[in-house]
């Protein structure tokens, strides 16, 4: 089973990127047999119909990287209480069929959500947009447990985050995770 995260901020020292980078540490740890990558999509212009066929190279890859993957574990803050306008758009750029009509790479996919902010919410609005975004591509969310971090700063040192708190949530949607995954690769 190979899992793809996805990091919903492109800032270099990116929570949400950290937390990606330790789930892929408990995922090793507890599922050794489980595959973990993330994405990296900073290279993804931005979506215009005119310049949609042929794909530009960069769409092409995080296509098949989405594909090739058997769940798709998202990593995102909120931006003023919605989803990033970056992440927005690579999934718009995955909602679309490839060039010889492939179909969308994210429809039955299993994905997981979560999230890391500084404020109070813990991204949980941009979650909300993305069950409806990812609801409408016929994604397979996994709806509970959901994690979600609010003050993110009070689990971080200098930027480096260290989990304390969210750590068994961290543990336990992994644990989660895998078992959504294992069933949907069942049926
Ligand atoms: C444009 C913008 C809008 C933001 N809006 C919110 C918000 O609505 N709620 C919140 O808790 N934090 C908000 N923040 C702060 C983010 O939680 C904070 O920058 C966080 O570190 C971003 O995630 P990252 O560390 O993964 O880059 C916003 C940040 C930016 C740049």
Partial sequence: ?????????????????????????VVARTHPDVGFSILDW???????EDAEHPAPAA??????A???????WLFSPEYNHAIPGGLKNLLDWLSRPGDAGEPP???RK??????ASIG???????QDQLVGVLSFLDARIMNKPRLSIAHVGTQAEDGALSLSASAPYLKAQADAFVRFVERARCR
Avoid: C, F
Wanted: glycine share 10%.
């Fill in 1 to 25: 089973m190979d899992i793809l995260a996805v990091a919903g901020s492109l800032r270099r020292g990116s929570y949400n990127l950290q937390l990606a980078q330790e789930a892929g540490r």
């Fill in 66 to 72: 989405v594909r090739d993957a058997d769940g798709v």
């Fill in 59 to 64: 769409v092409k890859r995080v296509r098949k």
């Fill in 120 to 126: 109070s919410s813990g991204a949980t609005h941009a």
């Fill in 42 to 48: 900073a290279d993804v212009p931005l979506l215009d």
């Fill in 105 to 107: 790479v994210l429809a």
């Fill in 110 to 115: 299993p994905v997981a959500l979560a999230g």
